[in-house]
T-cell receptor, first 111, second 114 residues
Framework: DQQVKQNSPSLSVQEGRISILNCDYT??????FLWYKKYPAEGPTFLIS?????DKNEDGRFTVFLNKSAKHLSLHIVPSQPGDSAVYFC??????????FGKGITLSVRP | NAGVMQNPRHLVRRRGQEARLRCSPV?????VYWYRQLPEEGLKFMVY????????ESGMPKERFSAEFPKEGPSILRIQQVVRGDSAAYFC????????????FGEGSWLTVV
């Protein structure tokens, strides 16, 4: 029962271009959505979040869009940099406060 | 990673031994979570604790696994009689309040069962 789906396991983009990472969810009780970035052999690092009452949140090069009716969110990184190369996890949560992680997307930014 | 401290970072155990993983949350955080990541998988929720209380253990295997977060000291994830399938990365996270607050993760403890 995969409540959070990140259907593209990997993405490769050229430095300076936009990276778009997608996430779909099935649980309508999710009301807070977080994105984490993870390097090998390290813990996840919080990147950006969005509440269900919003449809967009922006922080520097990172913007998250939420489409509640479609149960879809996306993370946009622009411009992409080689240091952005990592695994990105979508992790919604609800009233029970536990995060539900997708399988992650491996982003590679080519110099 | 905002001060969540986990130790040991790497642990090797023989089948049948016990593994104890420790987690000190960010100072002032009273909520602790444990997650497990198997190879090629996302992180899976195991247990959510507040001081001296288990709030949600729906992700914990029914046998051999236990967790505590005592009034004093770190949170402990204990795995008894380890098997090869327990080999994974175990991540602890903490938050100051819930729900809706950002949850910060530690660097993880890598358990290898030989």
């Amino acid at each position: 029962d995969q409540q959070v789906k990140q259907n593209s396991p990997s993405l490769s983009v050229q430095e300076g271009r936009i990276s778009i990472l997608n996430c779909d969810y099935t649980n309508s009780m999710f009301d807070y959505f977080l994105w984490y970035k993870k390097y090998p052999a390290e813990g996840p690092t919080f990147l950006i979040s969005i509440s269900s009452i919003k449809d967009k949140n922006e922080d520097g090069r990172f913007t998250v869009f939420l489409n509640k009716s479609a149960k879809h969110l996306s993370l946009h990184i622009v411009p992409s940099q080689p240091g952005d190369s990592a695994v990105y996890f979508c992790a919604p949560t609800g009233a029970n406060s536990k995060l539900t992680f997708g399988k992650g997307i491996t982003l590679s930014v080519r110099p | 990673n905002a001060g969540v401290m986990q130790n040991p970072r790497h642990l090797v155990r023989r089948r049948g031994q016990e593994a104890r993983l420790r987690c000190s949350p960010v100072k002032g955080h009273s909520h602790v979570y444990w997650y497990r990541q198997l190879p090629e998988e996302g992180l899976k929720f195991m247990v959510y604790l507040q001081k001296e209380n288990i709030i949600d253990e729906s992700g914990m295997p029914k046998e051999r696994f236990s967790a505590e977060f005592p009034k004093e000291g770190p949170s402990i994830l204990r795995i008894q009689q380890v098997v090869r399938g327990d080999s994974a990365a175990y991540f602890c996270a903490s938050s100051p309040d819930s729900p809706g607050n950002t949850i910060y993760f530690g660097e993880g403890s890598w358990l290898t069962v030989v």
